[in-house]
């Protein structure tokens, strides 16, 4: 597990990936500090990581890279961390168009290639 400091190319992401889960690798985002961590078995566990890096839980969103796809096929807004109605989100799904948009942004800031 590790928060990214600077950014990595699609190979190292694969790399990473080929550790747990081969073609994925979840990821949580912080929208707020614009901070992105990666590799663990599951979301929470990276939550928990940002959570104790001085993140808020509110700016926290489980989201999963498919290592090898483009486009829309990269970015899986899908975590059992961002179920949480008092934010109006009820699913595990990230449903607010601005922070699909801002998870977006942090993944494009830290990975290249």
Do not use: N, P
């Given at each position: 597990m590790l928060i990214l400091q600077s950014t990595i190319t699609r190979a190292e992401l694969?790399?990473?990936a080929a550790n747990t889960f081969g073609d994925m690798i979840k990821c949580v985002a912080d929208i707020r500090e614009g901070l992105m961590a990666?590799?663990?078995d599951m979301h929470a566990d990276l939550?928990?990581?940002l959570l104790l890096n001085g993140s808020n839980q509110e700016d926290l969103?489980?989201?999963n890279l498919w290592?090898?796809?483009k486009d829309d096929g990269f970015v899986?807004?899908?975590s059992l961390i961002n179920i949480?109605?008092?934010q109006g989100n009820p699913s595990r799904d990230v449903l607010n168009p601005s922070v699909r948009n801002a998870i977006r942004g942090i993944v494009s800031k830290y990975?290249?290639?």
């Open positions: 694969r790399t990473l990666v590799d663990a939550e928990k990581m969103w489980g989201f290592v090898d796809e899986e807004f899908d949480r109605s008092w990975i290249v290639g």
